[in-house]
């Protein structure tokens, strides 16, 4: 399956996209960092597949791995740094979901990490 997106930082790819919800698969090499953003309308459960990540969550630091999921609601400011390369699946309830993506992505001025 071709990648939906593939640059220094590793792939996203979405497995499954509804009307109602999205499945993504997202991976990290090592030191990438993602997101640095929130969303409006979006509630976001990230499931840490394989690899370790440093998570900040609304200025919140923690140390995720595989089996931990992790919950960004609409207005959490959220963003990953992997500590080694890492997988996550991503599932998306509201409006970013597929090519709706930029819709409901709101890039921080000053990032988290």
Known sequence: MKPNHRDERG???????TDDYSVTHITFTDGAVRGNHYHKETTQYDMVVKGKLLCNQNGKEEIVTPQMIIVHLPNDTHAY?????SEILSICFGKRRGNHYEEDTFRLETPLL
């Open 11 to 17: 792939t996203i790819n979405d497995l499954l996209v």
């Open 81 to 85: 740094k992997a500590l080694e390369d």
